[in-house]
């Protein structure tokens, strides 16, 4: 049997929100060949065990070390046998029976990278990161310092897309990321160098270099439980100031020496502010 959908999940401390979304995978997956791989990152809670005989038809596998959220997904991607990977956070749930349209969007695409959906939180707001540019020096100024989430202009949060609406966009979220296997092999999975947070940016940034286009569906949504499977200290900002470092050193510190000065300055200052207001 050919499994035309590996979906990938990785869990680290979330038992409740990823039963929930196991629950969701079986409601709307639809008439599909698929498998489920659920890779736990050592969580301290070890709850997660439970939902292996709850959930028999589904692969898990357990780290023996947390390694971060690149390097988990691609070792159960070594194991994944679909033609289509997605990606998919443990604090996300489907809500419809969509999949097998999107699987047949991305089929008709002929340079099709990535794609990404609508994302709404639990009170219903719309979650503008779920279609992005590529940060630059402009939109990266916007972002830190300024909140132009709700306007209508081509922004680092690509406002001049309607969220029910279908395009092409630079950037998707990895809470709900779909590529075909063989392109995400060929584009060297995530970039380990990443513990969390911005593997994404940096895999949608190498799939538009080698020629690909991604794409945001926005008739298809899930509700992502934004901040509830992340503590946000010292640590969180560490990662995630960390992880756009990463990024501008690999693509800009080279190539674009000004931006790279501007980011960098830039990402420092915002870095030291939230640490402020943490205390």
Same mark, same amino acid.
């Given at each position: 049997?050919?499994?035309?959908?590996?979906?990938?999940?990785?869990?680290?401390?979330?038992?409740?929100?990823?039963?929930?979304?196991?629950? $969701?995978? %079986?409601?709307?997956?639809?008439?599909?060949?698929?498998?489920?791989?659920?890779?736990?990152?050592? &969580?301290?809670?070890?709850?997660?065990?439970?939902? =292996?005989?709850?959930?028999?038809?589904?692969?898990?596998?357990?780290? @023996?070390?947390?390694?971060?959220? $690149?390097?988990?997904?691609?070792?159960? =991607?070594?194991?994944?046998? /679909?033609?289509?990977?997605?990606?998919?956070?443990?604090?996300? @749930?489907? @809500?419809? &029976?969509?999949?097998?349209?999107?699987?047949?969007?991305?089929?008709? %695409?002929?340079?099709?990278?990535?794609?990404?959906?609508?994302?709404?939180?639990?009170? /219903?707001?719309?979650?503008?990161?779920?279609?992005?540019?590529?940060?630059?020096?402009?939109? $990266?100024?916007?972002?830190?310092?300024?909140?132009?989430?709700?306007?209508?202009?081509?922004?680092?949060?690509?406002?001049?897309?309607?969220?029910?609406?279908?395009?092409?966009?630079?950037? #998707?979220?990895?809470?709900?990321?779909?590529?075909?296997?063989?392109?995400?092999?060929?584009?060297?999975?995530?970039?380990?160098?990443?513990?969390?947070?911005?593997?994404?940016?940096?895999?949608?940034?190498?799939?538009?270099?080698? /020629?690909?286009?991604?794409?945001?569906?926005?008739?298809?949504? =899930?509700?992502?439980?934004?901040?509830?499977?992340?503590?946000?200290?010292?640590?969180?900002?560490?990662?995630?100031?960390?992880?756009?470092?990463?990024?501008?050193?690999?693509?800009?510190? @080279?190539?674009?020496? #000004?931006?790279? &000065?501007?980011?960098?300055?830039?990402?420092?200052?915002?870095?030291?502010?939230?640490?402020?207001?943490?205390?």
């Amino acid at each position: 049997m050919n499994i035309q959908l590996s979906i990938v999940i990785v869990n680290y401390n979330v038992t409740r929100l990823l039963r929930s979304c196991l629950l $969701s995978i %079986q409601h709307y997956i639809g008439d599909i060949h698929y498998e489920v791989i659920v890779i736990d990152n050592a &969580s301290t809670d070890t709850s997660w065990k439970e939902l =292996i005989t709850e959930f028999p038809d589904f692969h898990f596998i357990a780290s @023996e070390q947390n390694e971060g959220f $690149s390097k988990a997904n691609n070792k159960a =991607i070594e194991t994944a046998k /679909g033609d289509y990977l997605l990606i998919l956070n443990p604090d996300t @749930e489907l @809500e419809g &029976s969509y999949i097998k349209e999107i699987l047949e969007f991305a089929n008709d %695409q002929p340079k099709f990278g990535c794609l990404g959906v609508r994302m709404h939180d639990a009170k /219903g707001n719309f979650l503008p990161e779920s279609k992005r540019s590529v940060p630059d020096m402009f939109n $990266s100024f916007e972002k830190l310092f300024v909140n132009f989430k709700n306007n209508n202009s081509k922004s680092y949060y690509r406002n001049d897309i309607g969220e029910y609406d279908i395009d092409e966009v630079e950037v #998707i979220t990895g809470a709900f990321f779909l590529v075909k296997k063989d392109i995400y092999k060929k584009a060297g999975g995530l970039d380990e160098a990443y513990f969390m947070y911005g593997e994404d940016i940096d895999l949608c940034y190498t799939l538009l270099n080698q /020629g690909l286009k991604n794409y945001y569906y926005g008739k298809a949504s =899930i509700l992502h439980h934004k901040g509830e499977s992340t503590v946000k200290d010292e640590v969180y900002l560490e990662r995630f100031y960390g992880a756009m470092q990463i990024f501008i050193s690999k693509y800009y510190k @080279e190539a674009k020496p #000004i931006q790279y &000065s501007f980011l960098k300055a830039g990402l420092k200052l915002r870095h030291q502010i939230e640490k402020i207001k943490l205390k």
